[in-house]
Every structure is written in structure tokens, then in C-alpha cells.
């Protein structure tokens, strides 16, 4: 499975991004995809999560603010962030978890989401 992220930049507090990550490959084999971030000189944590069966969860900080959404016929993933603070910025990484459990997670290459004024 390959994971192809994009849609980061530089936005105003407040303001809005969507990202976007399409997957590729062996697409069968996926239960769920998710965002990550990684801020500098902090782990990377979980942002916002959905299942095979739509079930979505998400991090405390981004709650009402963050909406995950997929498009299964375009093998696609979104995420809409509004009302953005500083402390969103961050790399946010596309990830994707396999129904075997054995297998490891997928993980696309980052895409940079920056909010300063």
C-alpha cells in the first residue's frame, strides 16, 4: 500500500486547509486510515481516525474543529481542519492500518501544515 499525501501550507489562525491522501496497492487489505502530526520536539499523535465501517475517532484537541471523511471509489481520505490554531502546526502524516494485525501500519511521507500569522 502506498499513501500520497498533500493539501499542507501556511494559514492564518483561524482559517481553514483540507488534506488529502490517496492510497494505492493493495487497498483489500486496509481497515482504517488516519491522520497523524508531529510537532517539533513532540511525538507523533494520533489526530483524527475512520474505519472500514465509518466509525470515526478523534484527538480531544481537534474535536469540532477536524472532520475526517473518505471517498472509498477514489481509494481517498480528507481532512478538513478549520478554526486552525498555532498549536496545529505540525507535519500531519496519512496513515493506514491493515486487518492483519501482524502486518504493520502504512504511512505516507508528511505534508507540512503551518499556522502563524
Known amino acids: 500500500v502506498q499513501l500520497q499525501a498533500s493539501g499542507g501550507g501556511l494559514v492564518q489562525p483561524g482559517g481553514s486547509l483540507r488534506l488529502s491522501c490517496a492510497a494505492s496497492?493493495?487497498?483489500?487489505?486496509?481497515?482504517?486510515m488516519g491522520w497523524y502530526r508531529q510537532a517539533p520536539g513532540r511525538q507523533r499523535e494520533l489526530v483524527a481516525r475512520?474505519?472500514?465501517?465509518?466509525?470515526?475517532n478523534y484527538a480531544d484537541a481537534v474535536k469540532g474543529r477536524f472532520t475526517i471523511s473518505e471517498d472509498n471509489a477514489k481509494n481517498m481520505v480528507f481532512l478538513q481542519m478549520n478554526s486552525l490554531k498555532p498549536e496545529d502546526t505540525a507535519v500531519y502524516y496519512c496513515n493506514a492500518d491493515p486487518y492483519d494485525s501482524r502486518v504493520a501500519s502504512y504511512w505516507g511521507q508528511g505534508t507540512l501544515v503551518t499556522v502563524s500569522s
Open positions: 496497492g493493495d487497498i483489500f487489505e486496509i481497515d482504517a
Open positions: 475512520i474505519d472500514s465501517a465509518g466509525r470515526t
